[in-house]
């Protein structure tokens, strides 16, 4: 069974350009996730797709950041535009039900994005 | 809101030594509790996780974790620590259908 695969691995852009960062999930996972990993912290969760509707965009910084999951399958996440601190790993994850508590959530090796 | 907090942020232990990552839990209901590992330049790996039916939850690699609820911990443990365990290792509780993770414990191994 193939993990969630991301792409691209890695991206250096300069502050207030445009990125978008892809992933696709493990077929059939009903619940995308998107983290950002800052260097040193813990993953915190940005958003929470089940199927194609949002669940959970509370920690999303709106004004600069946004997210789709057309079809309920593959996602985008794209930041416009960037800052400084949004430098850091970016990670997708999938799980295979709809809010179920307990579920195992896979990730993906992650998008490492360095904004200069 | 449930959390966990992690103590040492870096642990080093000898080749063949005990490894023990602590991990503490707040929480008003009984929790799901989980331990990722994050190796270098990858993305979280699944060890092991608790969803209350033993309290003592075998993992990967070696690796196991035993629920206290009344010390609140979930500490991960590994009776001999290989070159291989070195790597990041995440602890993280269920919360309202979405996972919070500590800030994490280095783990390096000495030869």
């Known amino acids: 069974e193939a993990g969630v695969a991301q792409s691209p691995r890695y991206k250096i852009i300069e502050k207030r350009q445009s990125v978008a960062f892809w992933c696709n999930p493990i077929s059939g996972h009903a619940t995308l996730y998107w983290y950002q990993q800052i260097l040193g912290q813990g993953p915190k969760l940005l958003i929470q797709?089940?199927?194609?509707?949002?669940?959970?965009d509370s920690q999303l910084p709106k004004d600069r950041f946004s997210a789709e999951r057309l079809k309920g399958v593959d996602s985008t996440l794209k930041i416009q535009p960037a800052k400084l601190e949004d430098s850091a790993v970016y990670l997708c994850a999938s799980s295979p039900r709809l809010a179920a508590a307990g579920d195992t959530q896979y990730f993906g090796p992650g998008t490492r994005l360095t904004v200069l | 809101a449930q959390s966990v907090t992690q103590l040492g942020s870096h642990v080093s232990v000898s080749e063949g030594a005990l490894v023990l990552l602590r991990c503490n839990y707040s929480s008003s209901v009984p929790p799901y509790l989980f331990w990722y590992v994050q190796y270098p330049n990858q993305g979280l790996q699944l060890l092991l996780k608790y969803t209350s039916a033993a309290t003592l939850v075998k993992g990967i690699n070696g690796f196991e974790a035993e629920f206290k609820k009344s010390e609140t911990s979930f500490h991960l443990t590994k009776p001999s620590a290989h070159m291989s365990d070195a790597a990041e290792y995440f602890c993280a509780v269920h919360n309202d259908y979405k996972l919070s993770f500590g800030a994490g414990t280095t783990v390096t191994v000495r030869a």
């Open positions: 797709f089940q199927n194609n509707g949002v669940v959970d």
